[in-house]
């Protein structure tokens, strides 16, 4: 082992990251454009003696991986979402998890609601019609969509995200309807404060009565597959789809079917299944207008992306330190 521990990062995140891991570790950064093969990450690991890894959503971290270098003390993901790393191999080999909770809600509160408002507005077809010259005169009836304001918000899940998601709607006076596994008297407090009457409902009935919902789950085995055929039929013809949560929250082929036979108007997707979505995807041919896709950027703020990567030197960090991490996954999962 050498004596100043290294790192392995399966990308390039942003520099003031790599600069404070460079102070006090070797980095080895995999800086191809494509993701590395899982088996490159277990090769990576294993020749350096990697103590620390740093990965992105996109890597697999299975209990392979977690076993590629004994002297693996850390392991943090550039995301707030830890569904792509085994955290019970973790837990069970002591290997600390870092994730970047907090840091990105409202960027991503912002992302949604740039997707809601696409859908409502059809901008993306608006800048298209420009740009193939159909732009002939002003037209009575041209590209007219729902109005925003005054309609119903439905979010899906009323964390962090659902919950900035929410506080948004203030200003579009809108009404918020709001499903979870249970009643959330404390978010709805939260929002009281900045006069967003958030109201507690079955997600059958946020289905039925929303004009816009928007998803906020993390993917999980009860989440996978949450919104499917049944659910999109329950949805008003004229509703729209945000999700910015997982891609495999939602079925595609459900949602594919939908888009065709109008049970839902339009769909907006910074997340998709598969991930990422090839261009010559069945579910493409509605671009854009019934479906807008964005290619995963909820976070993607200069800022927060920055910030994201200081927490990532500072969760390793103390992962390799032997100390509790400021960001544990493990802890935030319950596994700790
Ligand atoms: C995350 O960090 O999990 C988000 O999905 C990034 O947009």
């Avoid at 494509?34 to 996109?58: F, N, Q, W």
């Avoid at 929410?166 to 579009?172: C, E, L, P, S, V």
């Avoid at 249970?182 to 929002?191: M, V």
């Amino acid at each position: 082992m050498s004596e100043t521990p290294i790192v392995y990062v399966t990308r390039e995140i942003p520099e003031v990251g790599l600069e404070r891991l460079r102070e006090r570790y070797e980095v080895v950064v995999w800086d191809e454009k494509l993701p590395p093969e899982k088996s490159h990450i277990e090769t990576r690991l294993a020749e350096l003696d990697a103590e620390g890894l740093v990965c992105l959503l996109s890597d697999d971290i299975d209990a392979d991986v977690l076993a590629a270098s004994p002297d693996l003390e850390a392991v943090c993901t550039f995301s707030v979402g830890y569904d792509h790393i085994d955290l019970a191999a973790a837990a069970e080999r002591g290997i600390a998890v870092g994730h970047t909770p907090g840091v990105l809600t409202e960027t991503t509160a912002d992302l949604a609601w740039a997707l809601l408002m696409t859908c409502a507005r059809r901008t993306v077809e608006g800048h298209d019609y420009v740009e193939a010259g159909e732009w002939g005169t002003w037209g009575p009836r041209l590209l007219t969509g729902p109005d925003v304001h005054g309609a119903t918000l439905g979010v899906v899940g009323l964390g962090n995200i659902g919950t900035a998601v929410a506080r948004r709607a203030a200003g579009f006076e809108m009404d918020v309807l709001y499903t979870a596994r249970s009643r959330k008297p404390e978010r709805e407090g939260e929002l009281a404060e900045f006069g967003v009457d958030a109201s507690y409902v079955e997600r059958d009935d946020l289905l039925a009565e929303s004009d816009f919902v928007s998803l906020h789950v993390p993917l999980t085995a009860e989440t996978a597959g949450l919104i499917g055929e049944d659910e999109l039929r329950r949805m008003p013809d004229e509703a729209v789809l945000v999700n910015t949560s997982r891609g495999e929250v939602v079925d595609t082929d459900a949602l594919d079917s939908a888009l065709d036979e109008g049970w839902i108007t339009r769909a907006g997707l910074d997340v998709t299944d598969p991930e990422p979505l090839p261009a010559d995807h069945p579910i493409m041919r509605h671009a854009p207008e019934r479906l807008v896709v964005t290619p995963h950027v909820g976070s993607a703020s200069i800022g927060t992306r920055n910030r994201m990567a200081e927490m990532i030197a500072e969760n390793l960090t103390a992962g390799i330190d032997g100390e509790p991490l400021p960001n544990s996954a493990l802890r935030d999962a319950g596994l700790e």
